[in-house]
């Protein structure tokens, strides 16, 4: 199958294999040579900065580095919906531009390979939740996911409230660290369970206009 020794993931997930797919279609990079403390939230802000535009993130994951193996660097899989959009984010890091504390990164095309995408036009990492302030705040949604799941990363959180004469919302701009198995599992877990909610998908930084 292909996987690292190194793989967190659910090696038993069809999803999670390697598609049979012509190489020149994969669009999974894998970046390598980042520093050790590297998170899904410093990759995220490193990507915006440095990259993008480029695609919208399908998934991402970072692992940190291996002390049994004496890797002192990070790594992380970075899955975009298009083959255009991984060859730009190929191409911004192999040109040298992407520099994280001093460390350059490399990019290489992950032999775990990934299919394109094809998503409605305003699906992404990004949720947007709006609701009542004891129901639309972090802690609380951290403690109601913590009991459904899924499990995921959080890249950043923007909270904001909106002031009404009778009544007050807040809004949480909630970054995933990958759309599949967390922005849209969480979209859906809150359209279940918490319907007074208004959740919709907010923009990509890293996206193309």
Known sequence: MGFSPNYAGDILDR?????DIDPNQNCSILITDLPGDTTVKSLFSALASKIAPFDRV?????????ASRAFTTAAAKVVTLTRSGA?????GIASGRFVINDKTAKA?????????????NFDSHVLVIQGHPALANLQTLEQFLGVLGPNFDTECVVTK??????????????RFGSYR????????VLGV???????RFGADPCARS
């Open 161 to 174: 409230k909106i002031e009404r004469p009778f009544s007050s919302e807040s809004i949480i701009e909630w």
């Open 87 to 91: 060859e730009a984010l190929y191409n």
């Open 193 to 199: 369970y918490l319907p007074a909610l208004k959740v």
């Open 108 to 120: 290489v095309w992950n032999r775990i390979m990934v299919a394109p995408q094809t998503l409605p």
């Open 181 to 188: 198995a967390q922005a849209a599992a969480v979209k859906r």
């Open 58 to 66: 399908y998934a991402c994951y970072v692992n940190g580095p291996d």
């Open 15 to 19: 999803r999670n294999h390697s598609a």
